[in-house]
């Protein structure tokens, strides 16, 4: 039983979600920030409060990187450890911080008040070496800003204390295209779209040829169509936030500064597919943009572009809700996200049924893209024809993309569809580049004979990141990085891929300490055959593509690392037989093993 004080807040938690079981993981987000953790008491309250199991509590609750079942420290230091903040000299900046607070990483200070840790890609490679602490984002880290931060700590300075300039968060726009520089009115969409009706709209959207921004490309006016068309009590509409996929921002900035416009895209899929309801999953990195946002759709409401009968339509009812993410690569899937919403633990559903069938509480579903609902307002106010004239015959529109890596001018580039590699690498001032990662770890690298592809979904499919390396970076210790990233957020749901991408992993340290063989380097091809074939979503199915691709381009960071041409065991037998030996006195050539024997 949770007891006084502890009770009157979960009271107020629960009160605040209408004490529904599905609002779980927001519940579990709030008590967190709260108490810093979930505690067995507040387990067991929300247990008997909610009337469901405290095994399903704690099991969600474990589920998510940002949920503690024990005390992490009144201060909790995340590093953002994407490949990017390596680059800025995160890692140096995080063992400064460790040596001031006497801390080792991983570990909670003996007083209980910090503990400093790294974390998957925070989406401000713009502006890094970032970090989180009690989940909020600080950029532009340097040896300076550590020292003050390890000061406020050290004096027990409340976080919201803080200097405000640690938490600015740049939009770094560089380059406008359709979407960034679009000069719609709020809600003119609205009123276009209502003239048109559902079926039209459909129509639009497919002529436009609009595809996906998330990264997968599916066409949007099917999915819409097929959204509509199938049975339901209620249809739903849901905008993928989670934005996880390291070096990738874009979606942070169209929240940030077009979220009318996102808005109007989601009003625009209700009305297509026959939604009342709409969420926004927005990663939890991105919480300072929970607010804004919360404000925009209370200004919506105010104009009648959202709530009951929008535009004085009678029938067209909308209304969003913003949904908090707590530290899961993995819910950005989709089927994923929706059991996230669900207030379930993030694992990917087996398909079919796809969410246009069987997507919220089984309910049809659209699950969009953030940048897609903007691309859709656009292509409904422009025409389809206007549009699809825009880009590349099967890629049309524009895209826009996070830049980020070795370049003077990181940030946010909008273009149409079509744009090569080079073209990008020039306006961001990038200069003896040796390769670009495109789409992130699940991407493709390209070297620099391959600078003149196109992004677009004929050649080089982006979800949006373009991470620059030039020729000082070791390409090998970038596919280390992505292959630690996705052994740390495979979901665990599939055997093949939790301990795939960990032997990955282990494979790529053994390469790195030195004791890699050419047997390792043949292994990993197996291993993809193995994850390609039989991983349930895409984090295993290209968990292995960095490493496949860096072999191709730039074999010889690998081959410098190999010890010898043979096969070497990852296991010493004759070393760990050492304490046998000792135990019985004998060290003479008969109690060590022969090379043969091992
Ligand atoms: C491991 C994994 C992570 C994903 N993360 C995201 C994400 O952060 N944002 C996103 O829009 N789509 C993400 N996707 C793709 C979604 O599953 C889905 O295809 C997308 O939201 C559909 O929207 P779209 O048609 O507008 O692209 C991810 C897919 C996988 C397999
Ligand atoms: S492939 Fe990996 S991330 Fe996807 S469901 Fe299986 S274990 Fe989870």
Same mark, same amino acid.
């Given at each position: 039983?949770?007891?006084?004080?502890?009770?009157?807040?979960?009271?107020?938690?629960?009160?605040?979600?209408?004490?529904?079981?599905?609002?779980?993981?927001?519940?579990?987000?709030?008590?967190?920030?709260?108490?810093?953790?979930?505690?067995?008491?507040?387990?067991?309250?929300?247990?008997?409060?909610?009337?469901?199991?405290?095994?399903?509590?704690?099991?969600?609750?474990?589920?998510?990187?940002?949920?503690?079942?024990?005390?992490?420290?009144?201060?909790?230091?995340?590093?953002?450890?994407?490949?990017?903040?390596?680059?800025?000299?995160?890692?140096?900046?995080?063992?400064?911080?460790?040596?001031?607070?006497?801390?080792?990483?991983?570990?909670?200070?003996?007083?209980?008040?910090?503990?400093?840790?790294?974390?998957?890609?925070?989406?401000? +490679?713009?502006?890094?070496?970032?970090?989180?602490?009690?989940?909020? &984002?600080?950029?532009?880290?340097?040896?300076?800003?550590?020292?003050?931060?390890?000061?406020?700590?050290?004096?027990?300075?409340?976080?919201?204390?803080?200097?405000?300039?640690?938490?600015?968060?740049?939009?770094?726009?560089?380059?406008?295209?359709?979407?960034?520089?679009?000069?719609?009115?709020?809600?003119?969409?609205?009123?276009?779209?209502?003239?048109?009706?559902?079926?039209?709209?459909?129509?639009?959207?497919?002529?436009?040829?609009?595809?996906?921004?998330?990264? &997968?490309?599916?066409?949007?006016?099917?999915?819409?169509?097929?959204?509509?068309?199938?049975?339901?009590?209620?249809?739903?509409?849901?905008?993928?936030?989670?934005?996880?996929?390291?070096?990738?921002?874009?979606?942070?900035?169209?929240?940030?500064?077009? #979220?009318?416009?996102?808005?109007?895209?989601?009003?625009? +899929?209700?009305?297509?597919?026959? #939604?009342?309801?709409?969420?926004?999953?927005?990663?939890?990195?991105?919480?300072?943009?929970?607010?804004?946002?919360? #404000?925009?759709?209370?200004?919506?409401?105010?104009?009648?572009?959202?709530?009951?009968?929008?535009?004085?339509?009678?029938?067209?009812?909308?209304?969003?809700?913003?949904?908090?993410?707590?530290?899961?690569?993995?819910?950005?899937?989709?089927?994923?996200?929706?059991?996230?919403?669900?207030?379930?633990?993030?694992?990917?559903?087996?398909?079919?049924?796809?969410?246009?069938?069987?997507?919220?509480?089984?309910?049809?579903?659209?699950?969009?893209?953030?940048?897609?609902? +903007?691309?859709?307002?656009?292509?409904?106010?422009?025409?389809?024809?206007?549009?699809?004239?825009?880009?590349?015959?099967?890629?049309?529109?524009?895209?826009?993309?996070?830049?980020?890596?070795?370049?003077?001018?990181?940030?946010?580039?909008?273009?149409?569809?079509?744009?090569?590699?080079?073209?990008?690498?020039?306006?961001?001032?990038?200069?003896?580049?040796?390769?670009?990662?495109?789409?992130?770890?699940?991407?493709?690298?390209?070297?620099?004979?391959?600078?003149?592809?196109?992004?677009?979904?004929?050649?080089?499919?982006?979800?949006?990141?373009?991470?620059?390396?030039?020729?000082?970076?070791?390409?090998?210790?970038?596919?280390?990085?992505?292959?630690?990233?996705?052994?740390?957020?495979?979901?665990?749901?599939?055997?093949?891929?939790?301990?795939?991408?960990?032997?990955?992993?282990?494979?790529?340290?053994?390469?790195?300490?030195?004791?890699?063989?050419?047997?390792?380097?043949?292994?990993?091809?197996?291993?993809?055959?193995?994850?390609?074939?039989?991983?349930?979503?895409?984090?295993?199915?290209?968990?292995?593509?960095?490493?496949?691709?860096?072999?191709?381009?730039?074999?010889? &960071?690998?081959?410098?690392?190999?010890?010898?041409?043979?096969?070497?065991?990852?296991?010493?037998?004759?070393?760990?037989?050492?304490?046998?030996?000792?135990?019985?006195?004998?060290?003479?050539?008969?109690?060590?093993?022969?090379?043969?024997?091992?």
């Amino acid at each position: 039983m949770a007891t006084g004080v502890h009770a009157e807040y979960l009271d107020t938690i629960l009160a605040g979600h209408r004490r529904s079981a599905g609002d779980l993981l927001q519940m579990l987000c709030e008590l967190q920030e709260r108490a810093g953790y979930i505690d067995p008491a507040a387990i067991g309250y929300l247990s008997s409060q909610l009337h469901i199991p405290r095994a399903r509590i704690e099991s969600v609750a474990s589920f998510y990187s940002f949920l503690h079942l024990k005390p992490h420290g009144e201060y909790r230091v995340l590093f953002s450890d994407n490949i990017t903040d390596r680059m800025l000299g995160s890692l140096a900046l995080m063992e400064q911080m460790c040596r001031q607070l006497w801390l080792q990483p991983g570990k909670v200070s003996e007083d209980g008040l910090v503990s400093i840790d790294t974390t998957s890609c925070t989406g401000m +490679c713009d502006q890094g070496p970032a970090m989180l602490v009690n989940n909020h &984002a600080i950029t532009n880290l340097t040896p300076r800003r550590i020292q003050e931060i390890g000061q406020l700590i050290r004096n027990r300075t409340p976080v919201d204390e803080w200097p405000a300039e640690f938490f600015r968060v740049e939009d770094n726009i560089r380059r406008s295209g359709l979407v960034l520089g679009h000069a719609l009115r709020q809600g003119e969409v609205l009123g276009i779209a209502l003239t048109l009706g559902a079926e039209k709209i459909i129509e639009i959207i497919k002529s436009a040829g609009l595809r996906g921004r998330g990264g &997968a490309g599916y066409p949007t006016g099917l999915k819409w169509e097929s959204c509509r068309n199938a049975m339901g009590t209620e249809h739903y509409v849901v905008c993928n936030a989670d934005e996880g996929e390291p070096g990738t921002f874009k979606d942070r900035v169209l929240l940030n500064r077009h #979220a009318g416009l996102v808005f109007d895209g989601m009003a625009l +899929c209700a009305l297509a597919v026959g #939604a009342r309801k709409g969420f926004v999953y927005l990663r939890g990195e991105y919480r300072h943009l929970a607010e804004p946002l919360r #404000a925009c759709l209370q200004r919506r409401r105010d104009s009648n572009l959202l709530g009951t009968a929008i535009l004085g339509r009678p029938g067209f009812d909308f209304d969003v809700e913003i949904h908090i993410g707590s530290g899961a690569y993995i819910c950005g899937e989709e089927s994923a996200l929706l059991d996230s919403l669900e207030g379930k633990r993030g694992v990917p559903r087996n398909r079919p049924p796809f969410p246009v069938e069987h997507g919220y509480l089984q309910q049809p579903t659209a699950v969009d893209n953030v940048e897609t609902f +903007c691309q859709a307002a656009l292509a409904v106010h422009m025409g389809a024809e206007k549009y699809s004239n825009i880009g590349t015959p099967k890629s049309t529109g524009s895209k826009v993309i996070s830049v980020s890596g070795d370049c003077p001018r990181p940030g946010i580039y909008e273009y149409p569809f079509g744009v090569s590699v080079r073209e990008v690498l020039q306006e961001c001032g990038a200069v003896n580049t040796r390769a670009v990662q495109i789409s992130g770890p699940s991407g493709i690298c390209v070297a620099e004979s391959e600078f003149d592809r196109r992004l677009g979904f004929e050649d080089l499919p982006t979800a949006g990141a373009f991470m620059v390396f030039d020729d000082s970076r070791d390409m090998f210790e970038v596919a280390r990085n992505f292959v630690h990233f996705f052994a740390h957020e495979s979901c665990g749901f599939c055997t093949p891929c939790r301990v795939g991408t960990t032997i990955l992993k282990n494979t790529m340290d053994k390469l790195a300490a030195g004791h890699g063989t050419r047997f390792d380097l043949n292994e990993i091809d197996h291993l993809n055959h193995i994850l390609l074939n039989t991983s349930h979503c895409g984090l295993g199915r290209t968990a292995c593509n960095p490493v496949l691709h860096t072999l191709k381009h730039f074999r010889p &960071a690998y081959e410098s690392r190999l010890k010898s041409l043979d096969f070497e065991p990852a296991f010493d037998l004759d070393g760990a037989l050492a304490r046998a030996r000792q135990m019985t006195g004998r060290d003479d050539a008969g109690a060590h093993l022969t090379s043969e024997d091992a």
